[in-house]
């Protein structure tokens, strides 16, 4: 009889644990499901905030440009945290293809932000930043070929030659948005 006692309390004991478990999923359910809400109310806030800009003309200009260079501000940000969030490789192949990765990435959102650019600048402005573009991008292939050297003939040279152009690549995208985008 004592034995059943001590066995029963020992479950009772468990589904209170049990219990208490679904108590906060269901605390979480809801957390979720208000935070949600509030993202959707701000979705439509923003929308709707977007519809009235956009009638309002001349001004609007201004202010999309404006919201350009915030958004790819953020959007560089993100990808820079996610860089720094990945795990690294553990072989020189994984590595090589990590940082070949990383360099193809930014090297895309630099075509895309100079496309932006042609949209905003004037011709006299985008015939200055072209010109400048050619000049970094012999300068960029100088100074990551300069820092493969120190590794001549190892295996990481090939490494760092693309680990220094996805670096130089990352730091050019934001200075056009810094000093193009509008």
């Known amino acids: 009889m ?25 605390d979480e359910l809801s957390t979720k499901s208000k935070t949600n809400s509030t993202e959707s109310t701000n979705d439509d806030f923003l929308k709707a905030n977007t519809t009235e800009n956009s009638s309002e003309g001349a001004d609007n200009r201004e202010l999309n440009t404006e919201s350009k260079k915030e958004e790819y501000l953020k959007k560089l940000n993100e990808m820079e945290e996610a ?3 990945t795990e690294a490789g553990t072989t020189m192949v994984e590595l090589k293809e990590q940082e ?37 991008l012999i300068r960029r292939d100088e100074i990551a070929k ?8 190892g295996s990481m040279e090939s490494l760092e030659y693309v680990a220094t152009l996805a670096s130089l690549t990352r730091e050019r995208c934001y200075e056009l948005v810094a000093k193009y985008m509008k």
């Not at 930014?106 to 932006?116: H, P, Q, T």
């Not at 300069?146 to 003939?153: C, D, F, Q, R, V």
């Open 2 to 26: 004592n034995n059943n006692r001590k066995i029963l309390t020992v479950i009772f004991i468990q589904v209170l644990f049990i219990l208490a478990a679904c108590g906060n999923s269901s």
């Open 83 to 85: 860089d720094r969030n």
């Open 100 to 136: 070949a990765e990383r360099y193809r990435k930014w090297d895309v959102e630099l075509n895309e932000i100079y496309g932006v650019l042609k949209e905003q600048l004037s011709t006299e402005q985008m015939d200055k930043l072209r010109e400048e573009q050619r000049n970094w």
């Open 146 to 153: 300069e820092a493969s050297l120190k590794y001549k003939g």
